[in-house]
C-alpha cells in the first residue's frame, strides 16, 4: 500500500508530484493551480467574513463523512454564521509519514466533491509531511474568505428582548458519530452533514431583516452556543427542553449512555435568534430546504438573568444550562 | 509548571479562560475579541491576494524565533510575493496535552510582537488541544489576506528574456537555523527573519513597472524556488554562484557539513525578477532597507533552455541546478 513519504513535503520534486497527482486532481480551482505563494482573487465588492478551523479528528474517517468533508463544511458554516457567502477556502494539511496515500486521496476527493457542491473552490493550500510518531494521522485546517450581503448586520451580540430562538435541525446526531467508533452508534448519526449558507441565503433574501444573530452549535454543543449568544447580548434564553429537536435515536442513545446532547457538536446546525414578526415564516422556509427539514422554534429571549439559558421542563419546573 | 489540557480545546468555559488569559492578551484586535463564528472586515476596495501555510517545527523554538514569528512572518511573506499587503491574519493552533503553558505564552506573545511589527491583526483563530501521543509538541497554521496594490501585476509567469535576478540577502542562514539545534551554528544563523512587505512596498512605490516576478525561497530552498521560476515562464535562468549572497559562517559550516546552501529553506529572504532597466536602482533602494542589506544581483534571464537553471562558476564552467 503506497504511503505517504517524507519527501512528499519538502517542497521539491515528490512535493510536486503529489500536487498534481492528487491534490489538484481532486481541486480544480485554476488560481491553486498556478502555485505562486498566494492566490490572487478577482476584484468583488462589499465587506468581508474572515474565518479559520483546524480539524483533528482520529480516526479520520467517521459515519456520515471524512475529515475532508467537515473541514470545507465546517469553514462555509462558520462563515455563514455572520451572513457571508464563501468566495474562497484554503487548504492546510499536516500528515504522518507512513499515512496511506489512499486515504489521503479519498480526503482531499471529498474536500473537491464538497467545494464543488457549496460552489466554492480551494485556491490556496499547503501540505507537511512530519516525522512518523510526531503526529498520528492527519490533521486539516481550513480558512475562508467570505462576502456580506450589503445591509446585512448579524452579529451574536445583536440579540433582542422578545427573540424567538429557532434551531436549525436535530442536535447531537454529528457529535456522537466523531465520539463513537464502536458501531453502536443509532442510523441517524451516519447522515452527512453539510453547508447551511444556501439556507441562510434564502432566508436572508426572503426576510432580510429577521435573522439577528447566527451561531453554529460545534464545540461544547447547543448549550455552549446558548450561553454564548446570552453573555454577548446580555439577555436570557428561555429555552423549552421538549422543543429542542432530536432524534429518537440520539434520545435513546443518550439516555443508555448517560451522555447529554446538549453538549455533543453539532455540525450543520444552527441556533438563529429572529425577530418574532418574521419566526413562523423563517421557520416555514427553512423547513423545505432539506439542511433545515427538522427546524424548530426552541425558545424566547427574555431581559434576565442576563447572560444565562433557563431550561424549561415539561413539568413547569426551570433549570439552567451551563457551558461546558 | 502549568500544562496544557484537553479542557483548554472542548470549547467550554476552560477553553473561553485560555482565550481570556492569554490569546486575547497578546492579540489586541477588536475583531479577534469578539470571538464570533468569523471575523468581519472593514470594506476596502481592490484585488485580495490569499496565502495559507502550516508550521511544524520541532522543537518550537529555535536561534533567531520561533514557531509563532515564523508563522505570521511566511504568511506575511507569501502575500507580498504578490506584491500584496496583509490586510488580517488569522491563526490556527494544535497543542498537544500537556504542552507547557509558559511555551505555548511565549510563542502567542511573539505572534503578537511580530504583527504588531508588521502592522497587521489576527482577526480570526482556532485552538484544539489533542491527547498526548497524538501529536508532538504544537503546530501552527497561519492564513492571510492581502490587498494587491493597483495595476500590480506580479506573478511567477511574467519573467521576461534579460530580466536581472536579484536576491535579497543572504541565503540558508534560517534553513540552518532550523535544521540545527546543537549549537555549532554559525553565529548569523541567530538572527532573526521578517517580514518583506515594506521593502515591497518600497520597491512597488518607487519602481511600480520594475518587478516582474517575487518568489520566497523557502522549502527547498533557492534552487528549488529558481527552478520553479524558471519553469512557470518558460525562460533559463543564467546564476552566478559567486554572486549569491551567503555569509562566511553558512559558506563554512556547509562546506564542513557537506550541505548546499542551495537548499536550505531562507524565510525573510526574496527572489526578484526585475526589468533590467531598473535593476541597479531597485538594488540600491533594497540596500538602505534593514532586510534587504545584503541584496545582490545574482544572474540574468535568458530564453532557453526553457525551465533550465544554469550555475555559472568562476572558473567559466556550467552545471545545473535541479529541483530538491
Known amino acids: 500500500m503506497p504511503k505517504v513519504s517524507l519527501a512528499h513535503g519538502n517542497g521539491g520534486a515528490a512535493s510536486q508530484e503529489l500536487l498534481g497527482d492528487l491534490f489538484l486532481r481532486y481541486l480544480s480551482s485554476p488560481v491553486l493551480h498556478c502555485l505562486e505563494d498566494s492566490a490572487l482573487l478577482e476584484e468583488h465588492a462589499g465587506r468581508l467574513a474572515f474565518s479559520t478551523d483546524c480539524y483533528t479528528n482520529e480516526p479520520p474517517f467517521f459515519p456520515g463523512g471524512n475529515i475532508g468533508t467537515l473541514a470545507v463544511h465546517g469553514t462555509i458554516n462558520n462563515l455563514a454564521m455572520r451572513g457571508a457567502m464563501p468566495l474562497a477556502l484554503s487548504l492546510g494539511v499536516i500528515i504522518e509519514e507512513g499515512f496511506p496515500l489512499g486515504d489521503l486521496e479519498e480526503i482531499i476527493r471529498s474536500v473537491g466533491l464538497a467545494t464543488e457542491l457549496a460552489e ?13 510518531g510526531r503526529m498520528q494521522g492527519i490533521c486539516l485546517s481550513t480558512s475562508g474568505i467570505g462576502l456580506v450581503a450589503p445591509g446585512s448586520e448579524i452579529s451574536g451580540t445583536d440579540i433582542e428582548e ?8 436535530n442536535i447531537g446526531e ?7 467508533q464502536g458501531g453502536k452508534l443509532p442510523a441517524c448519526c451516519a447522515g452527512e452533514i453539510g453547508p447551511m449558507h444556501f439556507m441562510i441565503r434564502e ?6 431583516d429577521a435573522t439577528h444573530a447566527l451561531r453554529d ?3 461544547g454543543g447547543l448549550a455552549t452556543s446558548l450561553v454564548w449568544l446570552a453573555s454577548a447580548s446580555a439577555v436570557c434564553m428561555e429555552i423549552d427542553r421538549q422543543a429542542i429537536p432530536l432524534c429518537e435515536g440520539v434520545r435513546r442513545f443518550c439516555a443508555r449512555e448517560n451522555i447529554s446532547p446538549f453538549y455533543l457538536a453539532s455540525e450543520g446546525r444552527c441556533i438563529l435568534c429572529c425577530d418574532p414578526q418574521y419566526a413562523e415564516e423563517v421557520l416555514a422556509l427553512m423547513r423545505t430546504i432539506p439542511i433545515g427539514a427538522n427546524a424548530g422554534i426552541i425558545g424566547r429571549i427574555s431581559a434576565s438573568p442576563m447572560g444565562r439559558v433557563r431550561l424549561h421542563e415539561a413539568d413547569g419546573s426551570i433549570s439552567f444550562l451551563d457551558a461546558l
Chains 1, 2 share one sequence.
Open 217 to 219: 452549535p460545534t464545540r
Open 203 to 208: 432566508i436572508m433574501e426572503n426576510f432580510p
Open 162 to 169: 422578545g427573540d424567538v430562538v429557532i434551531v436549525s435541525g
Open 120 to 132: 466554492v473552490a480551494v485556491v490556496a493550500g499547503d501540505t507537511k509531511v512530519v516525522p512518523r
Open 174 to 180: 454529528h457529535g456522537l458519530a466523531l465520539r463513537n
